[in-house]
Every structure is written in C-alpha cells, then in structure tokens.
C-alpha cells in the first residue's frame, strides 16, 4: 500500500473500514489509485474510494451488501 493511501486512510479514521473490505476490494483500490498517471486523478479516486468506506455500502460506485 502506497504511504499516501496509508495516510489517508489513518486520518480519515477509515483504516479499520479498509481492512473490513474483502482482499479483492482493497486490491482494486490500491491497483486502481497507482494506475492513474496525473496525481490529480490519484487524489480523485482516493477520495472516491474514502468515501465509498466511509458509506460502507458501495464498491465502485456499485451497491455493496457487506456480510455480517
């Protein structure tokens, strides 16, 4: 995990969050965030993905039922 990601994600107290997500998720976060080529496009899909943890029902912008 890139440090930037780390940080983010322990500031925005999101961390835990992170880790609840299934291994496929939380690697096509990170695949997704380090295949942007403008780090402007990097910061807008982190942000995405923070807010897509902080909802804790979306993916990707899809629904996501996670598993009690």
């Known amino acids: ?38 780090p402007a496009t990097q910061q807008k899909q982190l942000n995405q993905m923070l807010e897509e943890l902080e909802a804790g029902d979306v993916y990707m912008k899809m629904k996501y039922n996670p598993k009690a």
């Open 1 to 38: 995990m890139p440090d930037f990601v780390l940080r983010a994600l322990e500031k925005s107290k999101l961390f835990d969050a992170y880790g609840e997500r299934p291994p496929y998720q939380r690697n096509d976060y990170i695949g997704w965030i380090n295949r942007a080529k403008l």
